[in-house]
């Protein structure tokens, strides 16, 4: 489980560092910066996956994600005595992302090419100029197992020794994706297989022409896809290797009296819900968006398959009033099976999953920064480049 999450230099988040539970909630209000916490996450993920530098390019490219506000704000621009004004860089471009779990701990630095950068037609790519990996809570000399700075990469041996493991490491390239074999640190291999399994839905398609609707061929699925072009199939498997009882449960919580049928033809599946007072079952065609939207929340939540780290970005999209409370009780389930995280801006959702027993993180927005109201104290160091 996420103990603490770091955030320096991206978008809004000047410096956040956050304590995170089994189950959290981000909220505030719109512009406080909860996108920029979920694609803060989703560029951790991607680190994993070898695609961190493709994922800021598609977000705008990396001079669009860097923090564009000063470097540091005086106390009297904070107290409304002199305004925002432009100030000289004192410290290199830098944006960083970090966390740390129960056993290990992980950060990247990326920055800028040196210039003269050699001749290419890639010079605005950012480039990763450090990364580390340590055990317990915070990065020191005596934690680090992995560290890279350049192109070299440096793992700690049992005895406590360093040895140079990697060389010519490519810019763009994280040591996670060079990690083939044990032999290239055990604790590196097991850190970019957990940052893999994170899952990640931000408002899957229900408009008359998303997957959802359509007849797909059904093969077993323990992750609903992030499209949620599976979701017969997800539901299904749910149904013979997962909680079947909690899925029924989920259904009628939700909607009392109604169920849900999954149509095999041929090998190919189709979602239908049937409801009290109707002659027969509607087809996920003939469904409404928050219908929709509930049923694949639930595949998400009571996947057979639980994630290290599920993040839901804004849940409550389209749904009726009536099925938040249903919503935030299958949230809280979910919880005691995978680290969840959630990102909305309603009230309701917010209070009932605060009922709940979750970490409520507000943010709020100063001066352009995003800051967390009252954030308690988070230890926390970056590597050396």
């Known amino acids: 489980m996420i ?4 955030v320096s230099g991206f978008r809004s988040l000047r410096d956040v560092r956050l304590r995170l539970d089994a189950l959290n909630v981000v909220t505030g209000a719109n512009g406080s910066g909860k996108s920029s916490l979920y694609r803060a996450l989703r560029l951790i993920a991607d680190i994993a996956q070898g695609r961190v530098i ?30 925002v004004e432009g100030t000289r860089r004192n410290h290199s471009v830098s944006l960083r992302l970090g966390f740390s779990d129960e056993h290990f701990g992980y950060a990247i630095d990326l920055g800028l090419p040196i210039p003269p ?17 340590w055990s317990g809570p915070t990065l020191s000399a005596r934690s680090a197992l992995a560290l890279r700075a350049g192109p070299g990469v440096r793992l700690r041996t049992m005895g406590g020794d360093w040895r140079q493991a990697l060389h010519g490491v490519a810019p763009f390239d994280s040591m996670m994706t060079h990690v083939a074999a044990p032999g290239d640190g055990l604790e590196l291999l097991a850190m970019r297989e957990r940052m893999r399994g994170w899952r990640f839905y931000d408002s899957p398609r ?9 007849p797909r061929v059904g093969t077993h699925t323990p992750a609903l896809a992030g499209d949620g072009a599976d979701l017969p199939a997800a ?13 029924d449960e989920a259904i009628e919580d939700a909607f009392p009296g109604a169920g849900i049928e999954i149509a095999n033809t041929d090998g190919w599946f189709e979602l239908a819900m049937r409801q009290p007072g109707l002659l027969r079952p509607l087809k996920a065609a003939e469904l409404s968006e928050g219908t929709l939207r509930y049923l694949m929340l639930v595949a998400a939540l009571l996947s057979p398959r639980p994630p290290p780290l599920l993040v ?28 969840v995280l959630i990102v909305s801006h309603a009230p309701a959702l917010v209070e009932a999953l605060g009922a709940l027993d979750a970490r409520t993180i507000p943010l709020v927005k100063q001066f352009g920064e995003t800051l967390v109201e009252d954030a308690e104290h988070v230890d926390w160091s970056w590597p050396s480049r």
């Open 3 to 6: 103990q603490t999450l770091a």
């Open 54 to 83: 493709a994922s800021l390019a598609e977000q705008g490219g990396f001079q669009s994600a860097l923090w564009a506000g000063p470097e540091s704000l005086a106390r009297s621009v904070r107290s409304g005595r002199h305004a």
């Open 235 to 247: 539901l299904q498997t749910i149904r013979e290797i997962g909680d079947e009882a909690g899925l």
């Open 206 to 214: 229900t408009d008359a022409d998303a997957p959802a609707r359509r």
């Open 312 to 339: 839901l970005n804004e849940p409550e999209a389209s749904l009726h009033p009536d099925l938040v409370a249903p919503l935030a009780r299958l949230i809280a389930s979910a919880a005691t099976r995978a680290q």
């Open 117 to 133: 950068p050699p001749p290419t037609e890639f010079a605005h790519d950012p480039v990763i100029k450090a990364e580390a990996l």
